[in-house]
């Protein structure tokens, strides 16, 4: 089965640090697409950042980026010079073939003030 | 142009009631799903569309029904509701385009109805 696991139920930062959210998946598909979606407390899933799993080159949007490790099926998510708005769940999710995402339990992000 | 709209945002049901979730998507996507989100938990897909007609069971369909006779429209139906439905429902649309590995997978999500039932 394919699993999407995020080890940091919970994280907090203060506001203009840089933080690091993980998350690891497990797959046998050598092509599959990542994303890292965001919940604020409106409930919306608003999508954060998309990489392909054939291309090597990090993705980025603006203050996010990611750190893509195929080979060990990792897929971390850094936010540089956090900001208020930041406060979410961040979910990783992941999808192995056809449309089926699977998400990752999520990991919730206090931005400190 | 809206994106995924759902309608209603609050619902409370009694046991054994039922209901129709409604979604509405305007961009033209042929891909729709329905999520639910229990507390402190990630999504788990209940039903799946890849256009209007066809429909297919994702990781938790029990208790639910969905159809899909138009491309915007994807109504999830709640028969005989049980606490254990209790949860967040989002719809979601897709439009994958090309071969499988040259495609946009992005899905949109609605605002979400949020379900007690009691």
């Known amino acids: 089965a394919q699993t999407v696991t995020q080890s940091q139920p919970e994280m907090s930062v203060q506001e203009a640090e840089t933080v690091t959210l993980s998350c690891t998946y497990d797959?046998?598909?050598?092509?599959?697409?990542l994303f890292w979606y965001k919940q604020p407390p409106s409930r919306q899933m608003i999508l954060v950042i998309r990489q392909e799993a054939y291309k090597q080159q990090n993705a980025t949007e603006n203050r996010f980026s990611v750190n893509f490790q195929k080979a060990a099926k990792s897929f971390s998510l850094k936010i540089s010079d956090s900001q208020l708005g930041d406060t979410a769940m961040y979910f990783c999710?992941?999808?192995?073939?056809?449309?089926?995402?699977?998400f990752g339990p999520g990991t919730r992000l206090s931005v400190l003030p | 142009n809206a994106g995924v709209t759902q309608t209603p945002k609050f619902r409370i049901l009694k046991i054994g009631q039922s209901m129709t979730l409604q979604c509405t998507q305007d961009?033209?996507?042929?891909?729709m799903y329905w999520y639910r989100q229990d507390p402190g938990m990630g999504l788990k897909l209940i039903y799946y569309?890849?256009?209007?007609?066809?429909?297919d069971k994702g990781e938790v369909p029990n208790g639910y029904n969905v159809s899909r006779s138009t491309t915007e429209d994807f109504p999830l139906r709640l028969e005989l509701a049980a606490p254990s439905q209790t949860s967040v429902y989002f719809c979601?649309?897709?439009?994958?385009?090309?071969?499988?590995?040259?495609?946009?997978?992005?899905?949109?999500f609605g605002p979400g109805t949020r379900l007690t039932v009691l």
């Open positions: 797959t046998s598909e050598s092509n599959y697409y």
């Open positions: 979601a649309s897709s439009s994958p385009q090309g071969a499988r590995f040259d495609r946009t997978d992005t899905q949109y």
């Open positions: 569309s890849v256009g209007a007609g066809i429909t």
């Open positions: 961009m033209n996507h042929n891909y």
């Open positions: 999710a992941f999808d192995p073939y056809g449309q089926n995402f699977v």
